[in-house]
Structures are given as C-alpha cells and as structure tokens.
C-alpha cells in the first residue's frame, strides 16, 4: 500500500496480559506499514501499558481499569465515542466488542460458537475465533485480511532506552517464575541448572515481577546460588533490555519468554500443558505464511527452542494434572535439567 492513501485512524482492544499484548504487536507494525501517516493508538487493562513502552508503531496507549462504576465506564466511552474509523480486537470478549462498537463505525474482531447474537452485531466484520490450530500471531492477523492490508509478523518487544544495572560481559538470563503454578518447573530444577550453569563459567541473572510469591522464589534461588537477583527491581521495558545483551534466555511458558523471543537472542522454554501450535514463542524471523510449531515434542525454529515435558497426554490444554491454576503438571515436574543443558552445551558449541 502506499502514503498517500486517506489517513485513518486506529484503535486496537487488547484488554488481556503480558504475552497476549506482545503478540498482537504485529497489527500495529502491519497498521503503520501500510498507511504510515495514520494515527494507531491501543488500550490496554490498567498496568499493561508497559508491555508496548518505546514501541515506535504505536501513537498512544490508553489505559482501562479492571473494574469500575457504571457512571466511569459511560465517561469513558463517550471520551472514545467514534474517535476512530476502525477498531480491532484479537480478544474475543463481549467488554472488547463493545468497545469497538463504541469507537468506531468498522470494527473488526473475533467470535467464538458461545458468543451471543447481539454481541456478535456490534463487529461489523466478524471472524471465527482458532484456539488449537493457528498460532496467536497469524491468527490475530487475520484482522487485515478484510482490510486487504499485508501482514508483518514482527513481535515487537518493549525497550526502556536507558541504562540497566552494571553486569558480566557474557550472562545467561532465567525467568523461573510464571503467572500460573501448572506452568511452573521445579524449584529445585532452577538451582541444580544454575549450579551446573556455574560450573561452565556462565554469570546467571535472575527476573521476576514485583509479586511478593514470585520475588520469595527467586529469592530463594538466588541465595542456593551465586546467581544476581533483578527480581522486583525493573520494569518490563528494563527486563528486555536486560535480555537483549544476554546469551541466552532460559524461561517457563509466561510473557517474558515472549518478549525474550522477540529480542531475537536464543530462548529456551519449558512447555507442559500448553498448546505450542498455539502459543509457543514466536521466533524473531518466522515467516508469517509458516507456522513453526508442532503440536508435540521438543523442538527448534529460528532462535526458539521449545523443551516439552513428556507423556501420553501432552500437551492436555488444561491447568495441571488437578485442572486448576495452583495444580502442579507431572509432565513439568518430570522434565529434566539435563534436556535444557544438552541445548545450552550447543549454544555454546556454536559460539
């Protein structure tokens, strides 16, 4: 598409976490390709605005609370009543479709067969939600197709632009904390790694949130080991950029792997019951026409490795082997140090 096409204006709906944000960064990067002079702006839920920091595609991010009175939320949408002239959700939620209703006369975004018929009238272009069979980045592009942009698959991870704590030349970065507990390896298995990482001359920086759960983790890591704690004290723009210097990243099924993905160095992560056709990370040069995972097994793209844990019902799509959000998964808990070693000892092979 070229410039001199009539300028538009953007709202992408994005009201979900850190990986989702990340993902659908694309559809701006597509947005502002083919109209560069348009105006793209993206909400997100109160807190999530630093997913998109130092994203050049973006114009503006506007911040939604979770939760709030009638009267707040009314004020809100009259600010955004028909503010742009297309609106874009990858979240298929009935609050996204209502947004887009309220932004914008074309509005496009996903349903799924539980979607009611009036939640379904407020998009103007309606596209059948794939929660197995495409990855999250095609997927949400699909967006353009009506609009006859082309897509660009570029995760486009946050940066902060400014200087980060005084580290080793060389250092390895673990997340081992994620959001949910059936997502989590062992603790146990992050110190033996850390300590044979040690062996091998490698300097390990650890990450993590400010959650008081998550930072007693990793505190309890670091003190097992010589590793640096950083869990608490950055932002996620910091985080990345953190990364970005690191020779490799080491991290569970959670948003920072996504980001660290997106930074383009070698990213490692420990897959149990998720979906990686779905929701492996996206490798920093795949090719939007390629999808680069498989639904089972351990595996390689690009700069990528996904370590699947093993048994017969991997991956289960569901939360732990006690389908709940604090179950623990028997295919993480089984998956050994050894398999993330052996892909560290090629790295280094390959430096």
């Given at each position: 598409m070229t410039s001199d096409l009539p300028k538009k204006r953007f709202l992408i709906l994005c009201t979900l976490r850190i990986g989702d944000i990340l993902l659908a960064t694309p559809l701006p990067r597509s947005l502002r390709k083919a109209y560069p002079d348009s105006r793209i702006d993206v909400l997100v839920l109160k807190g999530m605005a630093s997913v998109l920091e130092g994203n050049p595609d973006i114009d503006e991010i506007i911040e939604t609370p979770h939760r709030t009175t009638l009267g707040s939320r009314i004020k809100e949408w009259r600010a955004l009543w028909r503010r742009y002239t297309h609106a874009l959700s990858p979240v298929s939620s009935d609050r996204a479709r209502l947004y887009a209703f309220v932004a914008a006369p074309l509005r496009l975004g996903f349903i799924n067969p539980h979607t009611s018929s009036l939640s379904r009238r407020l998009l103007t272009h309606a596209l059948l939600f794939d929660d197995e069979t495409l990855h999250t980045v095609p997927h949400n592009l699909r967006l353009l197709e009506p609009l006859g942009i082309p897509?660009?698959?570029?995760?486009?991870?946050?940066?902060?632009?400014?200087?980060?704590?005084?580290?080793?030349?060389?250092?390895?970065?673990?997340?081992?904390?994620?959001?949910?507990?059936?997502?989590?390896?062992?603790?146990?298995?992050?110190?033996?790694?850390?300590?044979?990482?040690?062996?091998?001359?490698?300097?390990?920086?650890?990450?993590?949130?400010?959650?008081?759960?998550?930072?007693?983790?990793?505190?309890?890591?670091?003190?097992?080991?010589?590793?640096?704690?950083l869990a608490g004290t950055l932002s996620l723009a910091e985080t990345a950029d953190l990364i970005r210097k690191a020779q490799f990243f080491v991290g569970p099924d959670t948003g920072i792997t996504h980001m660290a993905a997106a930074t383009s160095i070698p990213t490692l992560t420990l897959f149990g019951p998720t979906n990686p056709v779905k929701w492996g990370p996206w490798p920093a040069t795949q090719d939007c026409a390629q999808q680069p995972w498989r639904r089972q097994g351990s595996q390689h793209q690009g700069n990528v490795w996904i370590i699947q844990g093993s048994?017969?019902?991997?991956?289960?799509?569901?939360?732990?082997?006690?389908?709940?959000?604090?179950?623990?998964?028997?295919?993480?808990?089984?998956?050994?140090?050894?398999?993330?070693?052996?892909?560290?000892?090629?790295?280094?092979?390959?430096?």
């Open positions: 897509p660009d698959c570029t995760v486009v991870p946050p940066t902060a632009g400014g200087s980060i704590p005084v580290l080793p030349k060389m250092y390895a970065v673990l997340h081992p904390y994620p959001k949910f507990t059936y997502k989590s390896w062992p603790l146990e298995n992050w110190v033996t790694l850390i300590q044979e990482l040690q062996k091998r001359s490698i300097p390990v920086v650890l990450t993590g949130s400010r959650d008081p759960e998550e930072m007693k983790v990793v505190q309890e890591i670091a003190q097992r080991t010589t590793a640096l704690n048994g017969p019902c991997v991956p289960c799509h569901q939360e732990g082997c006690d389908r709940h959000a604090y179950s623990k998964s028997q295919c993480l808990e089984t998956l050994p140090v050894s398999a993330v070693l052996d892909i560290i000892q090629t790295l280094q092979f390959a430096s």
